[in-house]
DNA sequence: GTCATCGACTCAGAAATCTTGAT
DNA sequence: GATCAAGATTTCTGAGTCGATGA
């Protein structure tokens, strides 16, 4: 694991060091530099240190003493912490503040604000350096070194950023506007709504049909989504309990009742037939059902490369399979004998996988009524499992089913991926339930490992995992009112920091030339978590994949550019889920000679932000406003990005959406969807199948073409005067040229032929069919060859056609008119486009996932809201599943609601 | 008082399953 | 209306965040 590289930083910037540094920087724009960026000479800032070493509050010199500086030289790790764990800049803040109003407490911040010599329009500066990209979503793959990057996020990224700036100011605007409307409230009003800001409950409308369309029509005729939507199930909507009514101040407290039939064990395993083998050196082996148990782990997912191809799967798979055959006794050969298993190379898992696949293909094709058959005995199983009874009421279980035994599939280069996940024993679960209830019974045989009734807690079960220690829970359904109420939290708490934005802003461009190191590093970190949406970024263990976010980035995941390219940062990281976060972005100066600061002394796998961890960083967005942290800016910054588009397509007057069809309503929808998604680097694999969808897609648009080809040769032949018209011709020559290859066509033509010949021959098949099963004699082969001379002629015609297209060409409708072929090109033009559309729309969203954006960052009112403004009705863009989530958003969501 | 560890929760992409639409 | 592939949705469980806890 690479060093922490804590402490090897100054702990203050001196004035030498900021000028070597500005002899380092390439030379930018001077009027840049001059905006906001001057070190202050004349404002000492400190690390302001207590007699007893301990630390203190950042403050300006001139307000307090200055003191020894020797902590900051001490690594973060190493240093004494604060007060119950929190700086005592922000205890002292909160000291002093806590019990101001928001409002109140806004205008000091004003003051100090007023005293430094920092303009904030750096935070108006785009992030990226506008580059030529005119295609948002460009079709053609960059040729970059960065293969695994997707181009389409990384240039979509560039935009955004472009309109970050506007975003940004808006925000601004916004923040001050908040605050000049509460400052016009009474005193007393205003306190009140701050200290109950988080239990403000959406107002739902008074008729307002939970899970109708966003326009109030009925919900969608279509789908299974609405399908199962019974008349009983939507009487039980009405009774439906609505939360977001009530008021619950009550954190603490998740529930008073709660009943449930605890957790469903996955199935025993059921040893492999006898004639499955597991074979080592070519031979077939005999193992305990244990080990064998395991041999079938590994055996049944021979096609996941991402894992069996990994060296360090298979190895800990191994490794783990050689415990388990030692304590059953080993592996056997055919006589009985002992066989030593070890070498991993020798083993041959072809047989177990065989067998699995061919289980699953059996399953894959039973009959219909097979299928439903089993699949009400699954769902009968599992009935009791399906809900509890929380304080009186009916909720959904979310995860009951106990997570059966495997392989741990770590993501990325997991140190402990391929190990076994054992079988979770009902002595291992304990069961959290109400007082005095009935406590489920564990399978026969079995006990609880404990019972508990602790309702500050809102899982129903647990248990530990024997791969990491971690723990697992079996928690209430997304739809259920505890998370329901918990989402609504959490983006009223994103909408609580659209007040605050704007002078947090401004502190962090401030400090940004702050002479003490670790507040210095804190606002470029802010920076980054602000504009780029970074994650916070915790430390991590050893025993973990090596991957970051903003407070644990490394030297080595920053490239600073060179002259060519002034204050350009390329960040290339391993995120959550060793997702890699791979982009040029453009700073400010004042950021880029900080990083060149913070790379002083250091190598490239020390800290870049050694003076700073998330909890140091949370406390200080904690000062500024209750329960802030660095997780709250990526979901306002999601939310109101997404708001922000959606303003921006009210406004456009001249293409009104709301006149626009469904489908150019949803694209709209899913382009501003898609700018979060790229914010938030939300990413997914590109499918196996996808470039040949998109050749499919190709072919079908030159396919298009090529007929319109042919029809505007037989227009020549209609009305050979054409010939004369350049433009006409023009057209036919570039289609020829440009479009479609002689190559092409040739291929096209074999195609064309080969195609009839399937077509007659499943037609001659068919038929035979029809006629063997009605007890008929079937069609002679002669008569299919018969049929198949239509082919041979076609490919005589089309042969023809190649050699000369304009002699040969005809006329293929005797009734055909000049006006009749442009109306056929037309319509072909129109189908061309659509194919086009959904090819471009395909290529932007091949490497970028939006349902984690849709499902987690985007505040649904602002969906509802889209909805209803533009009349689109609500299941076009939230599922069955989501509008069970967010019916508190449905529920309570007009047109003008404003995030 | 400090700080590593733990507990409880949210967020995340892959895989599995279901639905839709073209042929 | 049967079949099949593509697309949409749901499920699964690993990977984060962040506050609490206790040595």
Redesign the pocket.
């Known amino acids: 694991m690479p060093s922490t590289g804590r402490g090897k930083g100054p702990a203050m910037i001196s004035k030498a060091l900021e000028q070597k540094v500005d002899r380092e920087v390439p030379d930018g724009d001077e009027d840049q530099a001059a905006d906001g960026i001057a070190v202050l000479d004349d404002v000492d800032m400190v690390d302001a240190v207590a007699p007893r070493g ?1 630390r203190r509050a950042r403050k300006p010199a001139v307000k307090e003493d200055t003191t020894d500086e020797s902590d900051d030289d001490v690594p973060l ?9 929190t700086p005592k800049k922000a205890v002292k803040e909160s000291d002093s503040e806590d019990d101001i109003p928001l409002t109140k407490r806004r205008t000091s911040a004003v003051k100090k604000e007023v005293v430094t010599q920092h303009s904030d329009s750096d935070s108006d500066v785009p992030l990226t350096k506008k580059r030529a990209a005119t295609n948002k979503r460009p079709l053609v793959k960059d040729e970059s070194d960065d293969s695994d990057v997707p181009i389409a996020a990384s240039a979509a990224r560039k935009s955004l950023a472009k309109e970050k700036k506007d975003i940004e100011k808006a925000a601004d605007v916004t923040a001050k506007k908040i605050r000049a409307a509460e400052k016009k409230k009474p005193a007393a009003k205003r306190v009140k709504k701050e200290e109950s800001e988080d239990e403000v409950k959406p107002k739902a409308k008074p008729k307002a049909k939970a899970n109708g369309t966003a326009n109030g029509t009925k919900k969608g005729a ?4 609405v ?2 939507e019974s008349p009983q199930e939507e009487e039980e909507e009405d009774e439906e309990y609505k939360w977001w009514l009530e008021q619950n101040n009550d954190n603490s407290v ?1 529930w008073t009742t709660l009943s449930h039939n605890g957790v469903l064990f996955p199935p025993e395993y059921e040893p492999l037939p006898k004639h499955v083998k597991l074979y080592y050196d070519g031979k077939p082996v005999t193992l305990h059902p244990k080990a064998e148990e395991v041999a079938g782990f590994f055996g049944s997912m021979l096609n ?1 490369e ?2 069996v191809g990994n060296p360090i799967f298979c190895a800990n798979f191994f490794d783990d399979f050689q415990t388990v055959l030692k304590e059953t006794g080993g592996a056997k050969d055919a006589d009985g004998k002992k066989v030593n298993i070890k070498d991993f190379k020798k083993l041959d898992f072809t047989k177990i996988f065989e067998y699995y696949e061919a289980d699953r293909e059996a399953k894959r094709s039973r009959s219909a009524a097979e ?1 439903k058959a089993a ?1 009400a005995e699954k769902d009968a199983a599992e009935e009791k499992y399906l809900t509890c009874k929380l304080d009186g009421r009916t909720e959904k279980v ?2 009951f ?1 106990v ?2 035994p ?1 392989l ?5 280069q ?1 140190p402990k ?1 391929g190990r076994v ?1 054992q079988r979770v024993m009902p002595e291992q679960v304990t069961i959290n339930i109400g007082k005095g209830e009935k406590v489920p019974s564990p399978p026969p045989g079995h006990n609880w490992a404990k019972v508990i009734h ?1 309702n ?4 129903l079960a ?1 248990w ?2 024997n ?7 079996v ?1 209430l359904a997304a739809t259920s009112s505890l ?1 329901g109420m ?2 609504f939290k ?1 983006f009223e708490k994103a909408r609580e920091l659209k007040k605050h934005i704007d002078r947090i802003r401004k502190d962090y461009q401030k400090d940004l030339v702050s002479k003490v190191m670790v507040d210095r590093q804190r606002a470029t970190a802010m920076y980054f978590i602000d504009k780029l949406a970074l ?4 430390e ?2 050893e025993d ?2 090596d ?1 970051v ?1 903003c407070c644990s980035l490394r030297l080595e995941h920053i490239t600073l550019s060179t002259t060519e390219e002034p204050f350009h940062v390329t960040f290339d990281f ?6 890699r976060y791979h982009d040029t972005v453009e700073v400010t100066e004042q950021v880029y000679k900080n990083l060149k600061i913070f790379e002083k002394r250091k190598s490239p796998e020390d800290q870049l932000f050694d003076r700073l961890n ?2 140091t960083l ?1 406390a200080h967005l ?1 000062s500024y406003m209750p ?1 802030l ?4 800016f ?2 306002y910054n999601a939310s109101w990005t997404m708001a922000q588009e959606i303003k921006l397509l009210e406004a456009d007057k001249k293409n009104p959406l709301k006149k626009a069809n469904v489908h150019e309503k949803i694209l709209a929808y899913n382009e501003a969807n898609r700018k979060v998604a790229i914010l ?6 590109v499918g196996k ?1 996808h470039d ?2 998109m050749e ?1 897609l190709e072919y079908k648009v030159k396919e298009k073409k090529y007929k319109q080809y042919r029809i505007k040769h037989m227009m020549l032949k209609i009305n050979p005067k054409l010939e004369k018209d350049k433009s006409f011709m023009a057209d036919l020559n570039n289609l020829y040229k440009n479009v479609l290859t002689e190559k092409w066509i040739e291929q096209h033509h074999k195609d064309l032929v080969e195609g009839e010949k399937v077509k007659i021959q499943k037609k001659f098949e068919k038929e035979n069919e029809k006629l063997e099963a009605d007890g008929e004699k079937p069609l002679k082969d002669s008569e299919l060859e018969d049929r198949l001379t239509a082919a041979d002629d076609l490919e005589k015609q089309l042969a023809k056609e190649f050699k000369d297209p304009k002699k040969n060409i005809a006329v293929e409708n005797a009734n055909s008119t000049i006006e009749k072929c442009e109306n056929n090109i037309a319509k072909l033009d129109e189908s061309i486009q659509a194919i086009e559309t ?1 090819m471009i729309d ?1 290529e932007a969203n091949k490497t970028i ?1 939006l ?3 849709k499902l ?2 985007i505040d649904p009112r602002i969906t509802v809201m889209f909805c209803k403004k533009f009349e689109l009705p609500i ?1 076009k863009v939230f ?4 509008r069970d989530k967010f019916k508190w958003a449905i529920d309570s969501t007009d047109e003008n609601w404003d995030f």
């Not at 938030?680 to 694999?685: A, D, L, S, W, Y």
Request: hydrophobic share 15%; proline share 2%; with cysteine.
């Open positions: 301990q790790t190493k240093r004494r912490k604060t007060v119950n764990g279509k789908g299974k989504a399908k199962d998740k996941s991402v894992n299928k699949k979310g995860n089913r997570e059966p495997g741990f599939r770590g993501r990325g997991h991926t996940k602790d500050t807690v809102t899982w647990t530990k995992e791969i990491n220690g971690n723990t697992k829970y928690m998370k918990s989402d959490k994650r916070a970024g915790n991590k263990g973990e994949a991957t976010g391993l995120g959550k889920d060793s997702i998330t909890p949370n904690r329960g942290t660095a997780k709250v990526r979901t938030c680097n939300h990413q997914r694999t199948a040949t969808q499919k959904q395909k996932a349902g984690t954006s987690n960052y299941e599922s069955k599943t989501l």
